[in-house]
């Protein structure tokens, strides 16, 4: 069965940061993109990272270019993102997802919020 499982958020002013993990099972890992979505109260889920497995070629979308890093640790099958200069607008549920023959399979959102 295919899991993921998010985790990491937490409350952070304005300007600090946090590490949110992606921890899989029941694929293997290696083969797969991960890619992370947030979803803000109000609006839609919106995808903001992804990182190839094959290259390690990555994605970020513009709101958080030059702020986010994602990674990856193969062996313990898990995909970081590295958010720094965190703003009020990153405030939102976090997750992550794989796309595994041709299904979407999300993780529970882990809850980012950022105070002014």
């Known amino acids: 069965e295919v899991q993921l499982q998010a985790s990491g958020g937490g409350l952070v002013q304005a300007g600090g940061s946090l590490r949110l993990s992606c921890t899989a099972s029941?694929?293997?890992?290696?083969?797969?993109?991960i890619a992370w979505f947030r979803q803000a109260p109000g609006k839609e889920r919106e995808g903001i990272s992804c990182?190839?497995?094959?290259?390690?070629?990555?994605y970020y979308d513009d709101s958080v270019k030059g702020r986010f890093t994602i990674s990856r640790d193969n062996a313990k099958n898990t995909v970081y993102l590295q958010m720094m200069s965190l703003k009020p607008e990153d405030t939102a549920v976090y997750y992550c997802?794989?796309?595994?023959?041709?299904?979407?399979?999300w993780g529970k959102g882990t809850q980012v919020t950022v105070s002014s």
């Open positions: 990182m190839i497995s094959s290259d390690g070629s990555t």
């Open positions: 029941g694929f293997t890992f290696d083969d797969y993109a």
């Open positions: 997802k794989v796309s595994y023959y041709g299904t979407d399979y």
